[in-house]
Each structure stands twice: as structure tokens, then as C-alpha cells.
């Protein structure tokens, strides 16, 4: 296993692979596993384990078409999660708008800057009904589906909001004591984890041409029941 978040800090893992035409996940003793540490851009811990003749001390069977469980939760934490630190960065980076002032007055006064806040905002505000939606919907029998938009939709949404941050706070928001770069390492390192935008929405397109579905767009963003 590659590049497992925070493996060396949990006790039990869940694994998924395939036997016999079948498709299990199961949980294993980390213990069990020769572990090698590793770090992604964030400095968030991203460990390769290596198992030999491990048992799982429970497994269960998962559908075999599509993703498998484990990938499309893991896929939407990662939605949740990049909505949330996109918040963060948009929230800094008003704050800085009305601090930092040049020319005279604040930053935030320049259209140029408040056009760059707004599409942040809008970037934002996206990502995080995408998730939310999705949160929403899970357990349900398409709720793959709604996962795989989020996570495509939250994964175009944190390259846009770490850009557009960093514009507005220019040089200092690349610099090691900044605030800002907890936001948007970990963006850029999420955006690529339990699949990236282009493996999620490859799997809505397959969605659509092998279930032939003429009603994909209004089942994709019908409202959801309470």
C-alpha cells in the first residue's frame, strides 16, 4: 500500500483487493506491516506499508462494478475536507484584503482584488455544496455518483482557491511562517488523493454511457429528500 494518511499513527487499517471474482475490504493490524515513512507536500504523514501473509480480523464483500467503497469515502472526506481548508483560505485572505494597505488604502478597495475575493468566494461556496450534497446522499443507491461530482468539483475548486489566495497575498503568502500555506499545501495535496478530477469524472462519464441514462443530469442534481 502506497502513500496511506497517517498509517503509522493508527492501530487498524482497512484494505480492499480482489479474490476469486470478488471484491473484499477487510481490516488488518497495522502492526502486522513493514512501514516506510513518507510525507506529502502538507508534511502530513503518507507512509508505504508492505504485507506478507497478514489475516484480516473481519472483511466483507463489495459490489465489483465501479469503485470500491473504501476509494469513494475516502474521496469524499477528502471533498469535505478540501471545502473546509478552502474556507480557511478564503477567510485569510479577506482578512489580509482589509490589512494590507497600499496606495494608501486598503487592498480590498481595489476592484482587481475584490473581483479575485469574489470568484475565491464563489470557488468556495461551490466546493462546499458539493460535499455538502454528497454527505447528504450517503448510503443511498447513487451516492457514487454524487461522491464522484464533489470530489471533481472540490479537486477544481482547490487549485483555483490556492491560486487566487496566493495572488492576493502575493510574496509573503509563500513564506514558511504564513498562516496561508496550512491551507494550500494541503489543498494541493488532497485535490490528488482517492482519485483525482480526472478519475472521478471519468466514472460519471461511464455512468452515463453504460446505463444509457437520459435523465443523468436531473438524477445528478435533483434536490435531496429530508
Same mark, same amino acid.
Given at each position: ?56 480480523? #473481519? ?5 465489483? +462494478?465501479?469503485?470500491? *467503497?473504501?476509494? &469513494?469515502?475516502?474521496? %469524499?472526506?477528502? /471533498?469535505? =475536507? ?44 461551490? #466546493? ?5 450534497? +454528497?454527505?447528504?446522499? *450517503?448510503?443511498? &443507491?447513487?451516492?457514487? %455518483?454524487?461522491? /464522484?461530482? =464533489? ?55 461511464? *455512468? ?19
Amino acid at each position: 500500500m502506497k502513500r496511506v494518511p497517517w498509517a503509522r499513527h493508527a492501530q487498524r487499517l482497512v484494505v480492499s483487493g480482489q479474490t476469486e471474482g470478488r471484491v473484499l475490504a477487510g481490516v488488518v493490524d497495522t502492526a502486522a506491516a513493514t512501514l516506510s515513512q513518507g510525507r506529502n507536500i502538507a508534511s502530513e504523514p503518507r507512509d508505504d506499508l508492505v504485507f506478507d501473509k497478514v489475516r484480516c480480523s #473481519a472483511f466483507g464483500t463489495l459490489p465489483v +462494478a465501479g469503485p470500491n *467503497a473504501v476509494k &469513494t469515502y475516502g474521496a %469524499l472526506a477528502r /471533498a469535505v =475536507a478540501i471545502a473546509g481548508a478552502a474556507e480557511s483560505v478564503l477567510d485569510q485572505s479577506v482578512q489580509y484584503a482589509k490589512d494590507r494597505v497600499q496606495f494608501g488604502r486598503p487592498i480590498g478597495k481595489f476592484q482587481a482584488v475584490q473581483h479575485l475575493l469574489a470568484e475565491l468566494a464563489c470557488e468556495t461556496a461551490a #466546493a462546499s455544496m458539493a460535499a455538502t450534497t +454528497a454527505c447528504q446522499r *450517503a448510503g443511498s &443507491t447513487r451516492d457514487v %455518483l454524487d461522491i /464522484a461530482a =464533489a470530489k471533481v468539483r472540490a479537486g477544481d475548486a482547490a487549485n483555483h482557491a490556492a491560486r487566487i489566495a496566493h495572488a492576493v497575498h502575493a510574496a509573503i503568502g509563500f513564506t514558511h511562517e504564513h498562516t496561508l500555506h496550512f491551507g494550500t499545501r494541503r489543498l494541493w495535496s488532497w485535490r490528488s488523493e482517492f482519485g483525482n478530477e480526472a478519475f472521478w469524472a471519468r466514472e460519471l462519464g461511464l *455512468a452515463a454511457i453504460k446505463g444509457k441514462r437520459r435523465n443523468f443530469w436531473r438524477d445528478m442534481t435533483a434536490p435531496v429528500s429530508a
